[in-house]
């Protein structure tokens, strides 16, 4: 049996023969291209990192996107929930060398790190991360890189399983074959390199490519294990949001979703419109009944069950869209090749990556991962995309919306990068050109941090991600604004219908200072109930709430685990002062004795069920309270 300290110099040696390789066909002037988000070659990427570190002739510039980092432990009682998760995913993870000399400041002058797409909020404040920000759309990016000089690519690929000379680039095809096919018509070389990883699901059909497409391969068994994306919780207002969304999107249509908690509330809104006709549109009723619903003449209520079904097209395949293929939904297919889903990348959960190993042969067949030039825009094909990208509703979220329609997305007032433009430009564009397609941006209608609520829809901005000329269909907790095709004055009018009633005031104020509404318009008193109160009254008092879990897609988090993350989402929005969190400590000091007995395995789990300090104490009773708060009638996790 081969021993550890054997297969690490076997492994170190067959690095470092990569970059050899590389240095003598490209020279010492590199510019590495890694994929976005999961599918780096991570070994490689720390092995040209190691030898440019080492000698300062080389020159290393590193463009990439969505690098990959545990998420930081932050204060003392994130850190009791965080390390325990960070040691059990993320341990065995290798971490970006890179990654981690920019996040302590300590990159060599010879190395250069671009990102087109941020690790969303990690990055604000780093200097050198927001100086070398592209913006840049996600379909522009081949062009940029070549432009930067890209002559080397380090990608994760999936082998065979049956042994064929094929590779599969599974979760990233979106720019590979697109970026080394630009350059070969520039006669600009790339020099091609994977880095093997079984745990890979393999994805078939246009992201296989023969194992020649590849100039240098690189065996670094065992595999490294694939970074997860836990679920985030899923409140009420998602599901709200969620109802208003879905009663849009029709049966034998086309469906986009994104990643994080609004996207799942849509799948699972989804799948009870399709599983529980008659309950869907109860909660329908009971959101139109105490939440505002804007006119949308040309789009009609959808509320029956999916026939037809769906055919997806989007850049990131996500859970939600896996679960919709479980619960029949997302299966109509489009000619030629009968897939009913084409997407560029995915990145989630492990139990996601599980899920896509473990995909039957007609749902693999018919998930085709793609080069985003194919998902992201008409052009090429475009008789085709049309014919199959029929009553198109693309949905994406957004930070911030201006009363006039513009959308904030990737940026916040100060020009700090939280994200990226992504392709979020690339859909609404799309949606515009297809004749029946529609983009659907969803937001929160407000914000709270630090104890402080803040109005998500704002009178001017002084950036936007997707312009005004650009409006569509806006969705809050409180309905839909179906802002095309009307007037700026029309616009602010049904934008101030769906903000939350405690800003509505402020923000009608300056929209008569500009001159944009008249002086005496006031808001229809049907729109002025737009409180957070009544969305949990409309999920509470009906009775529906045991039908809305918090992880309707399930999660990496044990049950205790779930339970104190709902916890900490609403400590976090209380605020981080003793006076902010006193409400929460005064609960859990009324309910210390039941508490400590209700929620030992919490505690536990927290390692508070003892307290040896009066800190530990204060931490005690603010978990016990915040439990307390968040206990509800709902369950963790899936019931359908």
């Excluded at 291209?33 to 080492?54: C, D, S, W």
């Excluded at 109802?243 to 029709?250: A, D, G, W």
């Excluded at 699972?268 to 009723?285: D, F, G, N």
């Excluded at 916040?412 to 392709?423: F, K, R």
């Amino acid at each position: 049996m081969q021993r550890q300290s054997d297969k690490v110099l076997q492994q170190t040696t067959e690095l470092n023969n990569c970059v050899d390789h590389i240095i003598q066909t490209v020279g010492r002037n590199i510019v590495l291209a890694l994929p976005l988000g999961l599918g780096k070659a991570n070994h490689v990427a720390n092995a040209l990192f190691l030898r440019a570190t080492e000698d300062p002739d080389i020159s290393l510039h590193i463009v990439t996107a969505l690098t990959l980092e545990a998420p930081a432990a932050g204060n003392d009682l994130v850190q009791r929930f965080l390390q325990p998760v960070i040691e059990r995913l993320y341990s065995h993870y290798p971490e970006l060398l890179y990654a981690v000399a920019r996040r302590q400041g300590k990159l060599p002058d010879n190395i250069k790190v671009s990102e087109f797409f941020l690790n969303p909020g990690s990055l604000l404040g780093n200097e050198v991360a927001q100086q070398n920000y592209l913006s840049s759309n996600y379909t522009h990016v081949c062009r940029d890189i070549l432009d930067l000089g890209a002559n080397v690519i380090a990608q994760l690929v999936s082998p065979n399983p049956e042994d064929k000379p094929l590779f599969s680039l599974s979760c990233n095809p979106d720019l590979t074959e697109e970026l080394i096919n630009r350059a070969q018509e520039k006669e600009q070389t790339i020099f091609k390199v994977a880095q093997i990883n079984s745990q890979l699901p393999y994805m078939t059909g246009s992201a296989e490519v023969p194992c020649d497409f590849f100039d240098h391969i690189v065996d670094t068994t065992p595999d490294f294990p694939l970074f997860p994306t836990p679920l985030a919780p899923v409140a009420l207002s998602d599901y709200a949001i969620a109802t208003h969304v879905t009663s849009m999107i029709k049966d034998g249509g086309t469906l986009q979703i994104g990643i994080g908690s609004v996207g799942d509330s849509i799948a699972y809104l989804l799948a009870l419109r399709h599983h529980k006709p008659e309950l869907y549109q109860t909660l329908l009723s009971r959101l139109s009944e105490h939440h505002s619903q804007t006119l949308r003449a040309n789009i009609p209520h959808e509320t029956s069950p999916f026939a037809q079904g769906l055919y997806a097209n989007t850049e990131m395949l996500v859970e939600g869209l896996i679960f919709l293929r479980q619960q029949d939904i997302l299966k109509r297919k489009v000619a030629p090749g009968g897939q009913y889903c084409h997407a560029g990348f995915y990145l989630g959960s492990l139990n996601f990556y599980q899920q896509l190993r473990e995909l039957d042969s007609e749902s693999r067949n018919g998930l085709d991962m793609c080069p985003v030039s194919f998902t992201n825009h008409l052009y090429g094909d475009e008789h085709l995309k049309r014919e199959q990208r029929r009553h198109a509703r693309y949905i994406n979220s957004g930070m911030m919306v201006t009363l006039t329609g513009a959308v904030i997305s990737d940026a916040i007032n100060d020009y700090q990068v939280v994200g990226g433009v992504g392709g979020q430009y690339n859909f609404v564009a799309q949606a515009q050109e297809l004749e029946d397609g529609r983009s659907i941006i969803c937001l929160h209608s407000t914000r709270t941090k630090n104890g402080k609520t803040s109005s998500n829809i704002v009178w001017d901005y002084p950036h936007a991600t997707i312009p005004k000329h650009l409006r569509d269909i806006i969705v809050t907790e409180y309905g839909a604004a179906d802002l095309r095709g009307l007037s700026d004055r029309d616009v602010i009018v049904q934008t101030l219908n769906i903000a939350d009633s405690r800003f509505q005031d402020e923000l009608m104020s300056a929209a008569k200072s500009a001159g944009k509404l008249e002086s005496d318009y006031r808001i229809p008193e049907a729109f002025t109930h737009n409180y957070p109160d009544t969305i949990t009254e409309a999920f509470e008092e009906s009775g529906l709430a045991p039908n809305f879990p918090h992880f309707p897609l399930g999660s990496d988090f044990n049950q205790e685990e779930m339970r104190i993350s709902v916890a900490l989402v609403a400590i976090k929005q209380e605020g981080a002062s003793p006076k902010q969190l006193l409400p929460f400590i005064l609960s859990g000091w009324r309910h210390r004795k039941s508490g400590r007995k209700r929620y030992a395995a919490e505690l536990h789990r927290m390692q508070l069920d003892q307290t040896r300090t009066p800190k530990d104490l204060f931490l005690q009773l603010l978990v016990i309270g915040a439990l307390q708060k968040t206990e509800s009638s709902r369950p963790l996790q899936f019931l359908l």
